[in-house]
C-alpha cells in the first residue's frame, strides 16, 4: 500500500478488538449513500455496460446486434483510424506530460529563492491554469493563425518566417504541446509548496559536507519532491489522454487527420456515427491504455519514488 | 521569510538574483502575451485584423466590438442558462461531497478503508468510459436536451471532491469532537455544527473548482444538449465561431467576456485557490 498510496492517505488501521458502534454504524452509511448510489448507477453498472456493449453493434435505432469480438478485431486491424488517433495522442502525451513537469518544477525552483514579487509571479504564472475550455481553445486557434497570428508575427520579428502551425500536419501537434505549455503554473504550485516544506537544514547539512548545487538537487530535492513528482505524472496521464475540447475547436482533427486525437474519434464514432457498439470498445482500449501506463509507472516508483516514513502526514 | 531557499543556496549575490528576476520575468510576458493579443484583437476594426505584420496597439479602438458581439447571439440567455447549471451542480457537489467526506473521516465502520479505496481508484477513472451508459441512460429516461444529466450526477458528491474535504478534516483535533460529544451533542450535530465551520478554507476551494468546471466545461453540454436556446455559454462560444469565424475582433471579444468572472474570482479567492490546489496534489 505504501508504494501506491502516498502515506498519510489512508487513516490508521481500526485495532482488532474494537467494537463499532451500531448508530454510528448506521449513520455512516447514510452519510455515504449517496455516494455509494451514484457510483453504483454512473459508474460502476455503465463500465459493466460498455463492456457488454462493445461487444455489440447498435446504432440506438435498432435493436443491439452481438458481434463477438468484431469491434475489436475491426479497431487494432481493419479502421486504421482508431490505431492512428490512439497514436498520436500516446505521443502528444508522451511529450506534453514530461515538458510540463521540467518547465514546472524549474519555475517553481526560480520562485523558491529569496526573491521578491513571489506572490506577483505566482498569480502570472497560475493564471492559465484556471482557464480552460473554448475560450481558451479560441484563443489559441487566433495565435496560430499563420498569416496574422501572435506566434509568427513574434517570429517575423527575429526574421523567421514561421510554419502554418494548426494547418500543418507537422506542426499540429507541437502546436497543441505549447498551448499545453501555457498552463504549466497549475503543476508549479504544486512543486512550489513542496519545496517549501523541505527542511532547510538538508541543505545545510549538505552544503557542510560540500555537496555542489547540482548535488543538493539532485540527492535532496528531487528525492523529496518525488512522491509529488509522481502524482502529477499520473494524473499527467489521464488527463492528457483525454484531450478533447481544443481539438474540437482548434483543428477538428485536421489537417488530413493529423490532430485526430483519440476522444475526438470516439466522439464522432459515438455520437455521429452512432455506432455505439464500437464507440464503447473504443472506450475501453483507452480506458485500458491509461490503466495500463498508470500501472507501469506504479511499477517504477519504487526505484525512484521516495516516502518520507510515517514521520509526516496526518 | 527565513531561510528560502534557491534548491538549497540563498541568493546573496547580486548577478545570480538579476538572472533568476530575468528568466521569470521573460516567462511572465511569455503567460501574459495571449492576453494582451486578445484585447488588442478584440479592439481592433475587422479591416485593421488582417494586416501583416500586425498592430499591436489598435487605432482606431472600436469599443463597439463588446456589444455587437454579446448581441449577436443571445449570450445573455446563454449567461443564465450556465448560471443555473453552474449553481445546482455546485451545491449538489459542495453539500453532498461534504457529508460523504466526513463519514470517511471522523466516524468508525466496517468497511471504510475499503470503500475508501473505491473513492480513490474512481477519481483516477476516465470518464469516457463511463460516457456511453452514462449518454444512454439519460436518454432512456428522456432527460436528453434537459439540463438533468449535467446536474444530477453532481448530486452524488464527486470523489475528488469527497477526497479532498476528507483529507482536509482529518487535519482538524479531534479533541473538540469529544469534547462536544460529552455535552450530548450528535454525531451529525458534531459534523455541521463544528467541522463544517472549521472546514471553510477547503469548502471554498471545493466551491471555486466546481465553478471554474462547471462554467469551463464543454463535453457533457455539447453531447446532452440539442436545442439552441437551452446552450451554456461554452457552446455558445462554438456557435458563434461557426457563424462568425473570421471575425476575430468579436470572437476575441466574446471569448474574453467568457473568460472575465473566472479570472475575477481567481484574484478575489487566489489564496483559497492555490491552497486547495496544494492539498490535493501535495497531500
Redesign the interface.
Known sequence: MNIS??S????R??GRG?K??S???R???V??S??????L???A???I??LV?SFTEWD?LTPPEFVGLENYHKMFFVDKYAMHSLKITVVFSAVSIPLNIVFGLG?A???????RGLST????????????????A???R??F?T??G?IN?AL??VGIQGPAWLADRTWVIPSFVVMRL?SV???M??YL??L?S?P?D??EA??IDGAN?WK??RH??LPMLSP?IF??L??GV?FS??I??EA??MTNGGPANASLFF?LY??RK??QDFQ?GY??AL??L??VV?LAF?LILFRTAKYWVYYEGETE?? | MT?????????RNTIG?LV??A??GA??I?????FA??IS?SLKDLSH??????EFIPDPVIWDNYPNALTKLPFDLYLANTLIIVAATLIGELG??A??A????R????G??A??????A?M??????????????F?FFGMYDTYWPLVV?S???N?FY?FLIR?YF??ISRELDEAALLDGCS??GVFWRITLPLSVPVLAAVAIFSF?YHW????RP??FLSDTDKATL??G??FF?GTYGTE?NS??AA??V??LP??IV??FA?RI??QG??FT???
Open positions: 498510496v502516498p498519510g492517505i489512508l487513516s488501521r481500526i474494537f463499532y458502534n448508530a454510528e454504524t449513520l455512516a452509511w452519510m455515504v449517496p455516494w455509494l448510489v451514484g457510483f448507477i454512473f459508474t453498472f455503465p463500465m455496460a460498455s456493449l440506438i519555475i525552483m526560480l520562485l523558491n529563492t529569496n526573491i509571479f505566482r498569480t502570472i504564472y497560475y493564471l492559465p491554469a484556471i482557464l480552460s475550455g473554448v475560450a481558451v479560441l484563443m489559441w487566433w495565435i493563425s498569416d496574422f501572435l508575427a517575423n520579428v501555457w503554473g497549475g503543476g504550485v504544486i509548496a513542496g517549501q523541505i532547510t538538508l541543505y549538505a552544503e548545487w543538493r538537487i535532496i530535492t509529488t502524482f502529477q499520473i494524473i489521464i489522454m483525454q478533447f475540447t474540437f475547436i476522444i470516439l466522439y459515438a455520437f455505439m464507440a464503447s472506450a475501453w483507452l480506458f491509461i498508470t502526514g496526518t | 531561510g528560502r531557499f534557491f534548491i538549497g543556496l540563498n541568493l538574483k533568476v528576476y528568466l521569470l516567462g511572465s511569455v503567460i501574459l502575451m495571449p493579443w486578445m484583437t485584423i488582417f494586416r501583416f505584420p500586425p453532498v461531497s457529508v460523504v466526513f463519514a470517511f473521516a466516524l468508525r465502520w466496517r471504510r478503508d470503500l475508501f479505496i473505491v473513492v480513490l474512481t483516477m477513472l476516465p470518464r469516457q468510459v463511463t460516457l456511453i451508459p452514462d449518454f444512454l441512460i436518454r450526477p448530486w452524488f458528491g470523489p469527497i483529507q482529518m487535519t454525531k451529525f471554474q469551463n466545461d464543454f463535453f455539447l453531447i461554452a457552446l462560444l462554438r465561431q476575430w470572437l476575441m471569448s474574453l467568457v473568460m473566472l479570472i481567481f484574484f487566489q485557490f492555490i490546489v496544494v496534489g501535495y497531500k
